[in-house]
């Protein structure tokens, strides 16, 4: 079965930049039309889509994040990388990647396998 598991530091600087990988086991994440997905979740407020990468490497972002985010995928190792630059107080928030038959833009149900989530603190 599939199975996601994020990493990265649970602290960051404001203005610097956070950077987590996921990390696939189960699954190709080359795979025909599958969708790797970054969703986070802020304390107390709901789920916020940031972007996706396709099984092509194809990306989108969220209009909101998008001048902030970049999202790439190392193949040899199946993992994919979310980097939030500039970040501030407001980007803590526990962070999930996840698996879907779609970008999962639309709505987080559309996604079907998740990691476990990592919380993700940031300093002022």
């Known amino acids: 079965q599939v199975q996601l598991q994020e990493s990265g530091p649970g602290l960051v600087k404001s203005s610097q930049t956070l950077s987590l990988t996921c990390t696939v086991s189960g699954g190709s994440i080359t795979a025909d039309n599958f969708y790797w997905t970054w969703i986070r979740q802020p304390p107390g407020k709901g789920m916020e889509w940031i972007g996706s990468?396709?099984?092509?490497?194809?990306?989108v972002y969220s209009p909101s994040l998008k001048s902030r985010t970049s999202i790439f995928r190392d193949t040899p190792k199946n993992q994919f990388t979310l980097q939030l630059s500039s970040v501030t107080p407001k980007d803590t928030a526990v962070y999930y990647c996840a698996l879907g038959g779609t970008d999962c833009s639309d709505s987080q149900f559309e996604c079907i396998y998740w990691g476990q989530g990592t919380q993700v603190t940031v300093s002022s």
């Open positions: 990468i396709s099984y092509s490497g194809s990306t």
